[in-house]
């Protein structure tokens, strides 16, 4: 298997069956990568807490994926070790009414985190693009501009101090098959599968190809899109948190200056 990348080219067509969701690069195994794994989510702990101190940027964390793509589970393991006071998760689900009266991003946007934090999106404004497509929920002529809005938004809070790091979680249909079988047997996860699932499971095709212009027009130098091979829940978790690690690094963070004359403060009995 050929080296798959991360980012997809800039400016070219997205085609997703050029690439392998069961890809896990140079790894064979979870227990390949196990160690580093722990040693990685230890370290975004200590980069979380300084980019906190720090205080100059905000770090917005985009997750789409199909159901069952596994956009819980990567909040789950790869936040496990961050202070929660630090993060701030929000899920997007169907819009109330209140949301629908506003424009699309109206909800998005208030939810982007302020400086020092890091905010999860668990779906976000791509599903105006996505579901609302798939299921014609708004003309096309409506969605078709929204790739342009979506591109225009990302750069207005890139401009201003807001880093975003985009991950699409692949999977294979036979990979959701598996994973909504787990879910019907598992009397912990029953719950989590809705009957409606299975109309959208038909609908796969459709939800591909929104997913292909999704990762072609809205691929940016200030928001880029990262295709991760998600079959391997073990191999997806290493890269997000690898990803985030190194966006992190490069921000070259700092603790602020102490106060002045610190050198010289007793603390009284
Ligand atoms: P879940 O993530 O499983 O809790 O499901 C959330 C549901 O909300 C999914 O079926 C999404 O497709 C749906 N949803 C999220 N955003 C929108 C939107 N803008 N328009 C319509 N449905 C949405
Ligand atoms: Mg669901």
Same mark, same amino acid.
């Given at each position: 298997m050929s080296k798959q990348p991360l980012i997809p080219p800039i400016g070219h067509k997205v085609r997703l069956k050029d690439y392998d969701p069961g890809y896990t690069g140079d790894f064979r195994h979870k227990e390949d990568v196990q160690a580093q794994l722990a040693k990685d989510l230890a370290r975004l702990d200590e980069l979380q807490? *300084?980019?906190y101190a720090d205080g100059r940027r905000a770090l917005l964390i985009i997750l789409?994926? %199909? +159901? &069952?793509?596994g956009k819980d589970g990567t909040i789950e393991h790869v936040f496990s070790g961050v202070n929660p006071q630090g993060v701030q998760v929000t899920a997007f689900k169907k819009p109330t009414s209140e949301e629908l009266a506003h424009d699309f991003l109206w909800r998005v946007h208030r939810n982007v985190p302020p400086k020092g934090f890091i905010g999860i999106f668990n779906r976000s404004h791509y599903e105006d693009v996505l579901v609302v497509r798939v299921h014609d929920l708004v003309p096309r002529k409506v969605w078709k501009e929204r790739y342009d809005q979506i591109n225009q938004f990302e750069a207005m809070l #890139? #401009?201003? +101090? *807001? &880093? %975003?790091l985009k991950f699409f979680l692949y999977i294979s249909k036979a990979e959701q098959k598996k994973r909504f079988e787990a879910r019907l047997k598992d009397p912990k996860k029953q719950w989590k599968f809705a009957m409606g699932d299975l109309d959208e499971r038909q609908r796969w095709d459709d939800y591909m190809a929104a997913f292909e212009d999704m990762l072609t027009k809205c691929n940016t130098e200030? $928001?880029?899109w990262h295709i991760v091979p998600a079959n391997h829940k073990w191999y997806r978790n290493y890269i997000v948190t690898q990803t985030v690690i190194s966006t992190l690094e490069r921000m070259n963070l700092k603790y602020p200056q102490p $106060?002045?004359? %610190?050198?010289n403060v007793v603390i009284p009995d």
């Open positions: 807490e *300084v980019f789409q994926g %199909i +159901d &069952t793509g #890139a #401009a201003n +101090d *807001v &880093t %975003i200030y $928001a880029p $106060a002045e004359g %610190i050198e």
